[in-house]
């Protein structure tokens, strides 16, 4: 039973991180803040394989595992970015408020849905990956008008029943997506340790990975609704 709590203590240390980047974005500390989000990641990319590796479920039945995941997931990869939108000023000042509340307020909804995550093992409508959002375009500098349409849109396609790989867990096309993942992620991590003065090279080859899951997964989605319309007719 120790080894189950220490795994729950393992997802619940995100929530540390969550408040450790919240400070660090009070002080104007945007890499430190994106390092907390960072290491958050790596733990809400482990701590699954790890719950069932100890068997959590059979041992803490009566626990909640998932409630204290999604708690974990809405602090860092919702609640704390929008903080950054808002602290950073990456929308026009009028904007900040909506934006902020169509980012809090969409991923509610999101997160609640029982179908969020589906039986096939993917994400249904915009997985909130906010945290990647506002690193690209805090590292991009676009113009803060362009930042809060982007920002508008992916909280709108929250609502829109589109699948989305799971990376970690998803089945279509598995070892090229974790591959392209970690080298992701080594950039990723480049690039917030090089915060503010990101070089050219790494932000755009970090984009290959983001370009390559959107397109595979409208690909995969569009591909399942075209095998549903030809089984029909």
């Given at each position: 039973m ?18 450790l980047a919240a400070?660090a ?6 890499r430190?803040?994106?390092f ?7 733990i809400d ?7 069932r590796?100890?068997?959590?479920e ?6 909640n595992?998932a409630?204290?995941d ?7 990869y919702?609640f704390?970015?929008a903080?950054?939108v ?6 026009p000042?009028?904007?900040?408020m909506p934006v902020g509340a169509a980012?809090?307020l969409?991923?509610?909804?999101g997160?609640?849905?029982d ?5 096939d093992?993917?994400f249904l ?20 008008p362009?930042?809060g349409?982007i ?15 799971y990376?970690s ?10 591959v392209?993942g970690?080298i ?5 991590l480049?690039?917030?340790r090089?915060l ?8 755009l ?9 959107v ?9 399942r609704?075209?095998?549903r319309?030809?089984d029909a007719g």
């Amino acid at each position: 039973m120790a080894t189950a709590w220490l795994a729950h203590l393992y997802t619940a240390t995100g929530g540390v991180l969550a408040f450790l980047a919240a400070t660090a974005i009070f002080q104007s500390d945007y890499r430190q803040a994106f390092f907390w989000l960072y290491a958050q990641v790596l733990i809400d990319a482990t701590d699954g394989a790890l719950a069932r590796f100890l068997r959590v479920e059979e041992r803490l039945p009566w626990f909640n595992g998932a409630k204290l995941d999604d708690i974990v997931d809405y602090l860092c990869y919702v609640f704390v970015p929008a903080l950054i939108v808002w602290h950073a000023h990456l929308v026009p000042g009028a904007w900040s408020m909506p934006v902020g509340a169509a980012m809090l307020l969409s991923s509610a909804y999101g997160f609640n849905r029982d179908d969020a995550k589906t039986d096939d093992r993917y994400f249904l409508g915009f997985p909130s990956y906010w945290n990647v959002v506002a690193l690209y375009l805090f590292v991009a500098r676009w113009p803060r008008p362009a930042n809060g349409v982007i920002l508008l849109t992916l909280a709108a396609l929250v609502f829109v029943p589109v699948r989305y790989l799971y990376p970690s867990r998803g089945l279509d096309f598995k070892t090229l997506t974790l591959v392209l993942g970690v080298i992701w992620g080594a950039l990723v991590l480049v690039m917030v340790r090089q915060l503010t003065e990101v070089s050219r090279a790494v932000f755009l080859a970090s984009l290959v990975f983001p370009v390559y899951y959107v397109g595979l997964s409208f690909w995969l989605d569009v591909r399942r609704r075209s095998g549903r319309l030809r089984d029909a007719g």
